[in-house]
Structures are given as C-alpha cells and as structure tokens.
C-alpha cells in the first residue's frame, strides 16, 4: 500500500482542524484507521484505471490524490469549504 511521502502529517494538522485529540493513547488507531482509509482507495484505483472520476465529498482529497494516479482525470468536490485549505494536491 502507498502511503505518500507527507501524507500521514498533513492528515494529522487536518484532524487538529477538526478538533479530534491526538496523543500517544489513540495515534496508533488514528494511523490504523488512516491506513484503511487509504486501502480503501487503493483497491478502487483497479476501478478507475483510465477513466474520469468525479469524487463527491472528498473533503481534503487524500483518497482522491490516490486515485489520480491511475486516472486521466479525477475532480473532487465538498460541500465544507474548510477542507479545501487541507487539501493534498493542487486545484486547478
């Protein structure tokens, strides 16, 4: 599975945002669960090999980002506008 390279850190400034504590007690299920979200979009890529994706909901875009890269094209849309700022990869 591929975690990318800054990734893991800037979903942890992305839960301080959300007002969801991180300490020593929960950051081992805070990564786990981190690594099951993102498998979840790993098995998806198989799905979305050259095509368009349309993401609704993507909130700052980690599970997107992962699917670019198989994708022409992905466009990931979310109705809270605080999660554009925690956003993984560029808009266009």
Excluded: Q
């Excluded at 670019?68 to 979310?78: M, P, R, S």
């Amino acid at each position: 599975m591929a975690v990318k390279e800054g990734e893991w850190e800037k979903y942890l400034e992305y839960l301080d945002t959300i007002k969801v504590e991180v300490n020593e007690e929960n950051l081992k299920d805070l990564y786990i669960s981190y690594l099951r979200f993102i498998a979840t979009y790993e098995f998806t890529k198989r799905f979305v090999d050259n095509k368009v994706v349309l993401e609704i909901g993507c909130a700052g875009g980690y599970g997107t980002n992962h699917l670019a890269d198989v994708a022409i094209k992905v466009v990931g849309l979310d109705a809270v506008l605080h999660n554009y700022k925690y956003r993984c990869f560029p808009m266009e």
